[in-house]
């Protein structure tokens, strides 16, 4: 089977003063208008690459809010994947000379369908266009593996990360970075603390333990512990916050179908996590990632 070739890229977006406009570049080598976009780098992650490319084409800095349709095509007769991401523009910076763009234009949305040469990336604009005001956006992860409760003589809430663990907060912090989060909030446990060691390291923030983020003590219902994370988020988040945050296996399941608003399974892997995007102060989108 051919190997499928994966890339990613946004709808990058900035408000004027009387208008939303969206990001194009252009490249001589093939003559069109499209999307900032680029190829995955070896066991990159793709939101990760996502924000990369943008920067490295468009030099522009940006925050990544809602997934959008990813489009598959062919090129040379491989297959080949691009994944979106709608995009705040935050700032300018990480242009790399020699990516085959020599223009970046800002348009209307409008202008941005007529304008982009493949109706792929116009497709992609229109449900850019659909979506509401982000107003808050949360990367709700899992703590990373820890040792087996069964072989820790101390208490469970000291119990730490192994050495697969840490290795996965390692690779955590990049897309913990991507997000640009004004706060990192961790459980009590000390497992979901390190977690957001290396993040906390690589962003300068303070890792915040807030309780409500925790799994039920003894005594304690783990709907009221759900009920607790889902509203201490929900609130961060619509108050117009970026938020990273770590909590635990029997609560992450749990927060997500209170604020999906229907069952599921909503599995989480350690080391793993979601992009919750809020609008209108309620959930808006989730993302595995």
Do not use: N
């Amino acid at each position: 089977m051919t190997e499928e070739i994966r890339a990613a890229g946004g709808v990058v977006w900035r408000r004027t003063a009387d208008r939303v406009e969206v990001c194009l570049v252009h490249r001589p080598r093939y003559g069109d208008w499209s999307l900032p976009k680029g190829r995955l780098e070896p066991d990159e992650a793709p939101l990760v690459a996502a924000v990369r490319e943008v920067a490295e084409e468009s030099d522009v800095r940006a925050v990544p809010q809602v997934r959008l349709p990813t489009v598959r095509y062919s090129v040379d007769g491989r297959p080949k994947r691009v994944d979106y991401w709608s995009m705040e523009a935050v700032g300018t910076g990480g242009f790399q000379p020699g990516t085959e763009v020599d223009e970046v234009g800002w348009f209307d949305v409008d202008e941005a369908v007529r304008r982009t040469s493949y109706p792929h990336d116009a497709e992609v604009l229109a449900a850019f266009a659909a979506l509401p005001t982000v107003t808050g956006t949360v990367l709700l992860v899992r703590h990373a593996r820890a040792g087996r409760r069964a072989t820790w003589s101390g208490p469970d809430t000291a119990r730490p990360l192994v050495a697969t663990g840490l290795a996965q907060a390692a690779a955590l912090a990049p897309l913990v970075e991507v997000v640009r989060p004004h706060r990192l909030l961790s459980a009590s446990v000390r497992r979901c603390v390190q977690t957001l060691g290396p993040a906390a390291e690589s962003t300068g923030l303070p890792i915040e333990v807030v309780g409500d983020l925790d799994e039920p003590a003894p005594g304690q219902q783990l709907e009221e512990r759900v009920l607790a994370a889902a509203a201490c988020l929900t609130e961060l988040a619509v108050a117009g916050g970026r938020l990273a945050a770590c909590s635990q296996g029997k609560v992450i399941p749990g927060v997500l179908e209170r604020l999906i608003g229907r069952p599921g399974d909503y599995p989480t892997p350690k080391g793993g996590g979601w992009l919750l995007a809020f609008a209108a102060g309620r959930l808006l989108a989730t993302d595995p990632v």
